[in-house]
């Protein structure tokens, strides 16, 4: 784990700020009041305040993200973040759908709902002064996360509590196909900060939601987001992504794995479904990026 981004850290009992202790060969953070804090053996720090409502993705469909996402079909995602964080117009964006937000250079880049920090680690490619930090309740995906860059650090929490950060500490902060807390994301963003939530389009993965029955997008899902942060923010940029995957039925496979549809369908049903497709078979993802500042 990156010691980088433990400063920013707070204790999720107490909000006191963490640093690392050792005792017998094991490594915790503490708090001046004594609540203490394991790092796993993989590499992240169990900020639980008490029992997570549901353990997030499982570990099949964290590895299904994990090659989808080393295959590089969803790179229009990474290349849109950094583009945004970093004020480049070398995006796909539409100049008269998007204002750009500003060049920033964030000390602090979160990820809430990281996953395996696939996102996270293009960023902070993209910004070499930055540190940062994945959150996410599944411990299958930030045993990943936490090696995702070494810059960064991950950290088990529900994003939905009390984030275990302090006010003002995060400079960027990414929420990708995630939940949204508007008030704790508020809490936490700095004054100049920015937030970048990417959502689905109508039409991601279209010809798959048609052919295979998949969980459908709820088309006003992005006008939603701005609802759903809360009156703490100002939308000031909204950029479309669009690219058509060639895929083969394998990789259909692990793309269903890895999202909602996993719990809907069964598995023999899916297969099935997944073996009539031509194969390659020509998918689209779309995707929506929206830029908000703290109001
Ligand atoms: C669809 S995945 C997206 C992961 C990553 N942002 C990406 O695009 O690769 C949603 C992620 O949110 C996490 N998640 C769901 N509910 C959560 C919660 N209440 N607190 C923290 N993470 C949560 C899941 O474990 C999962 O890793
Ligand atoms: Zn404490």
Redesign the pocket.
């Known amino acids: 784990m990156s010691p980088d981004p433990l400063r920013f850290l707070r204790c999720p009992v107490c909000g006191e700020p963490l640093s690392g202790v050792e005792t017998e060969g094991a490594r915790a953070l503490r708090c001046p009041r004594g609540h203490s804090f394991d790092l796993a053996r993989q590499g992240y720090v169990n900020l639980l305040a008490g029992r ?6 499982s570990p099949g ?2 590895t299904a ?1 994990e090659e989808f ?1 080393g295959a590089g079909h ?1 790179d229009l ?1 990474s290349a849109a973040l950094a583009a945004a964080a970093t004020g480049s117009s070398a995006t796909e964006t539409s100049a008269a759908e998007s204002d750009s937000a500003d060049a920033t250079y964030p000390r602090l880049v979160v ?10 680690a293009a960023v902070l490619d993209a910004i070499p002064d930055a540190v940062g930090l994945a ?4 411990k299958p ?1 930030l045993r990943r996360a936490a090696r995702a860059h070494p810059r960064a650090a991950a950290a ?6 009390t984030l275990p950060l302090a006010d003002a500490s995060t400079t960027l902060l ?6 949204r ?1 508007g008030p704790e994301f508020r809490r936490v963003l700095r004054p100049d900060g920015l937030l970048l939530v ?1 959502t689905p389009a109508a039409d991601h993965l279209t010809e798959l939601v048609e052919q295979l029955d998949l969980l459908r997008v709820d088309p006003t899902k992005s006008d939603r987001v701005a609802g759903s942060l809360g009156d703490g923010f100002d939308l000031v940029g909204r950029s479309r992504h669009i690219r058509r995957m060639r895929l083969r039925r394998a990789e259909v496979a692990t793309l269903v794995g ?3 549809s996993a719990w809907h369908i069964a598995p023999a049903r899916l297969a099935a479904r997944i073996e009539a497709l031509p194969e390659p078979v020509d998918v689209t993802a779309a995707v929506e990026l929206g830029v908000y500042r703290p109001r």
């Open positions: 997570a409502p549901h353990t997030g993705d469909m964290v993200r996402l969803y995602v990820d809430a709902g990281a996953g395996t920090g696939w996102h996270l959150l996410d309740v599944s995906a088990l929490c529900d994003t939905w509590q990414l929420n990708v196909f995630a939940p807390n990417v890895m999202g909602p």
